[in-house]
């Protein structure tokens, strides 16, 4: 892969988190100055690389790229050259816009077996892993590719991570109180997804803690997604976690239509 391929750049972007927007053409008639499979990158700054053709018709789908890249959802534009555009072409393409999906941030709290299986699945699909634990012999001989590691108490951790509308958060640690205590403090930042593991029991009492303490608000606990998981019949550690992930997989898919 060349420095000045489309996929280079894409890369790059990926890795920096750089908003950008893929236009490609996936539908042509008559005569036309680039034909399907054409693609154009546009950046969140309105900057380029790539054509896919040039004129008025590019500074349409600069300008529908930039919209694209604000709504976060694909879609399909098409343009008559000479009724939309005024070129002499004379033909029609159409361009698929996509946005470049930033990846997720998911803060899993606890490093036993169902904080580490997560971890692992979850990056191989896509989300940007950072676990937090206290105990720092759970780290040791731990391949953690791909995954950021905190080692530190909650609280501290808490206060050092920066968290925004598209953050997923995870609680599973080796403590009850633990439990509540970061699910506390994360309920009040901001966040897509909050979930706590524990059996039903162990959620009731977490949530008269709740109600009693006014650590959190009514709206804020039936927003908390506890037991975490989808509701189906798992026993082992990595089971537990893919029942986790799904839930968290769907909670994306439908933030990014």
């Not at 343009?79 to 029609?92: E, P, W, Y």
Request: a positive charge; glycine letters at 8%; hydrophobic letters at 40%.
């Amino acid at each position: 892969m060349t420095v000045n391929s489309i996929f280079f750049k894409l890369a790059e972007c990926e890795e920096s988190g750089v908003e950008v927007a893929i236009c490609t053409i996936v539908n042509t008639t008559g005569s036309t100055p680039r034909k399907i499979g054409a693609k154009m990158l546009v950046y969140g700054d309105g900057s380029i690389f790539s054509s896919i053709g040039g004129g008025t018709l590019e500074m349409r789908v600069i300008k529908d790229a930039l919209d694209i890249i604000c709504t976060g959802k694909s879609q399909i534009f098409t343009h008559a050259l000479v009724q939309d555009h005024g070129m002499c072409c004379g033909g029609t393409v159409a361009v698929f816009i996509e946005p470049l999906v930033k990846k997720k941030k998911l803060y899993i709290f606890g490093a036993g077996h169902i904080g580490k299986a997560l971890a692992h699945f979850a990056t191989a699909l896509a989300f940007d892993v950072t676990v937090i634990d206290e105990r720092k012999e759970r780290f040791e001989s731990w391949k953690a590719e791909g995954i950021a590691i905190v080692k530190g108490k909650h609280r501290s951790s808490i206060r050092k991570l920066s968290f925004d509308e598209d953050t997923f958060i995870a609680v599973v640690t080796h403590k009850h109180s633990y439990d509540r205590e970061i699910v506390a403090l994360c309920a009040n930042q901001p966040h897509a997804y909050l979930g706590m593991i524990g059996s039903d029991r162990k959620v009731a009492m977490a949530k008269k803690v709740f109600a009693v303490s006014g650590s959190a608000s009514k709206k804020q606990i039936a927003n908390i997604d506890w037991p975490m998981g989808l509701d189906i019949k798992v026993e082992t550690p990595d089971e537990i976690a893919i029942s986790i992930l799904a839930k968290m997989i769907d909670t994306r898919s439908k933030m990014t239509g």
